[in-house]
């Protein structure tokens, strides 16, 4: 069952069309990645999935609701968070206040202060940001100030931050760009065990060994187009693919 359906989604920048018509359905339970070229798409897709950029044609559905025309807060509340490509923290704030806010957003709807919440019920809310931590291999750095750390490590608060919210689907934008090999290798372990968790996901990333490795099924845009979907082996022997994103050289 799709969890996410988008049809004919449309986006033109002056005389620019950056998506043209794409169809993209992301069944529930899935890691779908998407991979193109630079200058494909792939970006302003997710722009678009998270309400950041107004579509100038097609549907989208999550869950059966409409995003067209939603902020992008309210996208964020209906159970979608996104992973940008650089890292987006509080990095004055120790790594469990990041997550704490986050926690808090997700349980009043808003940044706000619960004044009639039992305190032992915010003590709750930071025990969960904890757990959180913990998933992601953090745990240890709690109370550590968020700039302090390597820019794998603020990638992994990123996504704890995103976790926090309990996403139904996580949208991940080049999550292993500038890590070192060690690094990569750690976050792809990390997004197994997501995975594992039955969380959707979604991710854009130019290293095919981490696509590979994930997916469940692939989307390739090329000049704003998707010129091919399928399971990873379909996607890997795709001429059309091997052509249009490596030069003809095959994955």
Known sequence: MALLEASGVTKRFAGLTALDHVDLQVEEGSVHSIIGPNGAGKSTLLNVLTGSIRPDGGTILFDGQSLISRPPY????????????SPEIFPELRLVDNVTIAALAARDGSFRLNALQHPRRRGEVRDLAEEVLADVGLKEYARFVAKHLSRGDKRRLELAICLAHRPRLLLLDEPTAGMSHAETHSTVELLKKISEMGMTKIIIEHDMDVVFTLSSRITVLHQGRVIADGAPEQIRGDEAVQEAYLGGAHL
């Open 74 to 85: 309210e996208i964020n509340q209906l159970g979608i968070a996104r992973v940008f490509q």
